[in-house]
């Protein structure tokens, strides 16, 4: 009897989908227009579902931008604006955000700022389905789930249209991550590169430095040479110190900015009792006696006349108190560190909640909303500055205000009503992660402990540095989906256990008689993209 070879699966490899190469220029037969059309069609045939479903987005923020023309306002976002204009750094928080303004600013315009953040935002989508797809070989229904909080979050199509650093953050962050992770033995320059990115992202927003220990550490597990990692870090301190030299010209203090004591300060004020540390004379005036139950929230202790910290002569922001409140921070946590676990797990859990409650207060929950008018400049903005009445009107030499424009405006208005990530999704997209990574603990998790880990700390480094903020998650979830997608590809012990589970359950289904599928040898053979011999053994400890 005569046995015919299995037939060749119809469904693209996800390597051989991702693979968009077209007729090369030079070959016979080859135009722009042929060339165009063969890479659209290999696009659209390897990617189809990814592409239906990143249009609808795409479309989302053309609505947002044509309703909220062509920015929205945030407290902060007149600061850095403000900064923008003086071109000078500001002591409460980094500046590279100014920069980027800075150097969008010969354009006189918030179009410019915020069509850029949406380009943004939807590159990092596509940087979560490439990787996905290409390096661990990922269904294309899963490695498009991914990306799909991203994409279609209200909130986040919200803070992208914002003038905030959080979006330029996200995208620095994910391009490190996407770079680092694309090859399983990634070269020297291609870690010098994720070093150059990381610096940036720092610059961008100060939890980005700790998020360096995060990279190198995975490194090293992942036992990558350790010239690499010196690179990584090395390269990644070139703009961190360049800053912060920046910053010594300016302000006197070689460092990034003179609020890291501020913030933890009013961090331990929802819990310092000052009759349980050792408080030195000069750190008395930091001290209150309003009992914990009745003391507000943790920002209060920076932004209101009532802080302590206001005792001092302005600003805040300056070495004398930054010093003292950094101090004071210290010895709360030490005295009482039961209470201070218990202040960072409070905050940690707020992002897990079903519903989105009014937080830090009423006015700035708010600001995270399309609204039906724009934010009015506030009076610390403006100045007489020739014909424009404030920095923000400096800046696009016109109107600085928010032109809110129906009928675009009412449809992103209700869509972000009604469609976004409730914080238990998130909570069990990182439980998803984290139960494939436990399956694959021989290899500490495999490569989804990278983004896993990121999305973790962007969520805990500031419940234990200042305060809970939705913005924040926002900015986490990205890498909790990739991290999940990741721990469950194919070749993963994730993956392959539910690949069992598939099976026994379409086992349970099979009718009587029904005879059962085959999986070809070659399929059972089939190792992950870019994996080597060393990843199938580990995948065999592990028991798959």
């Known amino acids: 009897m005569r046995v015919m070879p299995a037939a060749p699966p119809r469904e693209p490899t996800a390597r051989r989908a991702w693979s968009i190469r077209s007729i090369k220029p030079g070959r016979p037969g080859w135009t722009t227009r042929s060339g165009a059309r063969a890479l659209a069609a290999r696009a659209w045939t390897g990617h189809r579902l990814f592409l239906i479903v990143l249009t609808p987005a795409v479309l989302l923020r053309i609505d947002a931008e044509l309703g909220y023309r062509w920015h929205a306002w945030f407290n902060d976002s007149f600061q850095y604006v403000q900064n923008t204009v003086h071109f000078q750094l500001d002591p409460a928080r980094v500046s590279g955000y100014s920069i980027w303004l800075k150097i969008l600013q010969p354009l006189h315009t918030y179009a410019v700022v915020t069509i850029l953040q949406h380009l943004m935002a939807v590159a990092v989508a596509v940087m979560i389905y490439a990787l996905a797809r290409h390096r661990f070989r990922s269904p294309a229904w899963l490695a498009t789930l991914a990306t799909v909080p991203v994409l279609y ?228 903005d403006q100045a007489d500055l020739g014909p424009y009445d404030s920095y923000a009107a400096a800046y696009v030499h016109g109107d600085p205000l928010t032109q809110v424009v129906a009928p675009f ?96 359950l379409g086992k349970r289904r099979q009718r009587p008689g029904e005879a059962a599928d085959v999986i070809p040898a070659r399929d059972k053979a089939s190792a992950p993209a870019g994996g080597s011999g060393d990843d199938q053994r580990d995948l065999a400890a592990d028991g798959t």
Request: glycine residues 6%; proline residues 8%; hydrophobic residues 50%.
């Open 153 to 380: 979050d209200g909130f986040e199509i919200q803070l992208e249209h914002l003038i905030m650093a959080d979006v330029p953050f996200l995208f620095l962050l994910t391009l490190a991550v996407t770079v680092l992770l694309w090859d399983p033995a990634p070269s020297l320059p291609r870690c010098m590169i994720v070093g150059a990115l990381l610096g940036l992202a720092e610059v961008m927003r100060s939890v980005g430095l700790p998020l360096l220990a995060v990279f190198a550490v995975y490194m090293i597990i992942k036992r990558i040479s350790w010239r690499k990692v010196a690179a990584t870090i090395v390269v990644c301190l070139i703009p961190v110190f360049g800053y912060a030299g920046l910053f010594y010209a300016e302000h006197g203090q070689f460092a990034m900015t003179e609020s890291t004591g501020v913030f933890l300060y009013s961090r331990v004020m929802t819990f310092a009792d000052c009759t349980k540390m050792k408080v030195p004379a000069n750190e008395l005036s930091l001290c209150t006696t309003v009992p914990p139950d009745k003391r507000p929230i943790a920002q209060a202790y920076i932004w209101t006349s009532q802080s302590p910290l206001s005792r001092f002569p302005p600003s805040k922001f300056s070495p004398v108190p930054n010093q003292l409140a950094e101090n004071f921070a210290i010895r709360a946590i030490k005295a009482q560190p039961l209470d201070y676990a218990t202040a960072v797990a409070k905050d940690t859990l707020r992002v897990f909640a079903w519903k989105r409650v009014i937080f830090p207060n009423a006015p700035t929950y708010d600001e995270y909303i399309f609204g039906y008018r724009s934010l009015p400049i506030p009076k610390w």
């Open 409 to 504: 405006a009412n449809v992103i208005r209700g869509y972000q009503r009604y469609v976004w990530l409730p914080g238990s999704v998130y909570g069990l997209i990182l439980l998803a992660g984290l139960g494939g990574m436990v399956l694959a603990w021989r290899r500490f998790g495999g490569e989804a402990l990278l983004p896993w880990t990121i999305s973790l700390a962007l969520i805990v480094i500031p419940a234990a540095t200042a305060e809970f903020d939705y913005r924040y998650v926002l900015v986490a979830v990205p890498f909790a989906c990739l991290a999940a997608a990741m721990a469950f590809s194919p070749g993963t012990a994730g993956g392959n256990l539910a690949r069992r589970l598939g099976a026994r």
